[in-house]
């Protein structure tokens, strides 16, 4: 049968970030014609039994700072901005949707805030039955990074980057691909320093301690930007999967990664 | 506390049918003056404890009709008009919530595709943990009519008034309002016959006879119309829950239904 063939081949996660689908310097700005290039990668491609997880970039991350909901529920006025952070989401996710669907890739969003509940900021239920129908039946599963309800805080945030790392857990991932504004994981911030030098392919044990190393995020990344990415990163690849860190905003460095086809990139594996 | 007040007093449920925040005539045709003025009423009346379901009109029906979504899944090309079926629920949800956010209500989007999966059409199961969270904390949930994966079918389409039905007993509601484009229930189509005559009250027993005699619907309405309508309702009713349709087309109407003033509709109880 062919569902259950599709089912035997264990899932890539491909992880888009906030900063390639829209434009961080302003708040609300889409890259379209991005979206629509990586939509036609992603096409090309055709990787079965793929998992797209996108962040918030100019969407999410202004607001959820705006109104501090990271930290949970403090205050009334809050609880607008909680809406408005949620909704700003769905509309970056229904951009992103728009522009699969018109590849005619079966995509089909699921929305994080309706199905999981985070305490204290980690994931402590996740309904997984549509998820799991989805990729029985070969359609493409789009997750986003979102504002979520939490068992203590009332709410807060959950990044792409803690959704990444519990599908491919859950659903024994083959790899991670994840897809960023730079070609691939630096000593030191490439944007911030011109002698930053990259890695080629890191080992978990060299990954751990690049992490202490790296600095916190200076720019409005309310989930921690590479240094989250990273911390999030660590039981994943001590499970043995590994992940290819790309450059998403170059044309076809994504194609190429799904394909496995050689690119510029780092490789982190577990040795 | 606040808190385990709010958490006393009963939800009331509020459907706002698709026919009325869409023109059925012309396939993907927003109202949004009707949405912005529905918003508007929601927020005057501010009723505690609310839960609000919309149809999806022309946007969910024509193409769920054209790719035969209800009846599931059977070949390959369906795919696609599944994932555009559930996108542009999707787009509807979200112009609804935009004119409920900006009227500063704090409601908050529940995707039923999400968290739902039926089996042969009926609710299988439904993580409601988020939802639990938004009434405690006296958000405005909002649901909706969608496209959702079937155990058994692989895919088909849960109505609005399959949710509503579903979690007024689920939250044990206080009373359902039902929003259509008619002044309330009639013994015959009040848009074909001139001499149908509109109930101003109904008892369960004769709701079920009156069932009985409604003709299946003739519109593109792939969750059954009024007939369907009133099938869902029947054993709310029997668990004891209030029922009200009104005419959320005529100014005000909503708003009276919430605030339990007097307006023309169809009261239906128990006995």
Known sequence: M???????????????????????????????????RLAEEIHKASTKNLIIVHGGGSFGHPLAQRYSIVEGFKEDKQKTGFSETHH????????FMDALI????????????????????RIQCFEDAPLKILL?????PVLYGDAVLDSKLGF???????????????????????????????????????????FK????????????????????????????????LLPVIEHGIPVTIVNATKPNYIYKALEGRKVKSTLIGKE
Request: aromatic share 4%.
């Open 156 to 198: 807060t945030i959950i990044s792409g980057d803690q959704l990444v790392s519990i599908l491919a857990i859950k659903f024994n991932a083959e790899r991670i691909i994840i897809g960023v504004d730079v070609d691939g994981l630096y000593d030191e911030d490439p944007k911030a320093e011109k002698s930053a030098k990259m």
């Open 136 to 140: 029985k039946m070969a359609f493409l």
């Open 2 to 36: 062919k569902e259950s063939r599709l089912r035997r081949v264990k899932p890539t996660i491909l992880k888009i970030g906030g900063s390639v689908i829209t434009d961080k310097s302003k708040e609300l700005q889409v890259r379209m014609q991005t979206i629509n």
């Open 201 to 232: 392919y890191l080992t978990l044990e060299k990954l751990k301690k690049l992490h202490s190393k790296l600095d916190k995020p200076t720019t409005y990344d309310v989930t921690g930007g590479m240094f989250g990415k990273v911390a999030e």
């Open 102 to 121: 018109w590849h005619n890739i079966p995509a089909v969003s699921i929305t994080p805030s309706s199905c999981i509940v985070t305490k204290n900021g």
């Open 88 to 95: 700003v989401m769905t509309v970056l996710n229904g951009l």
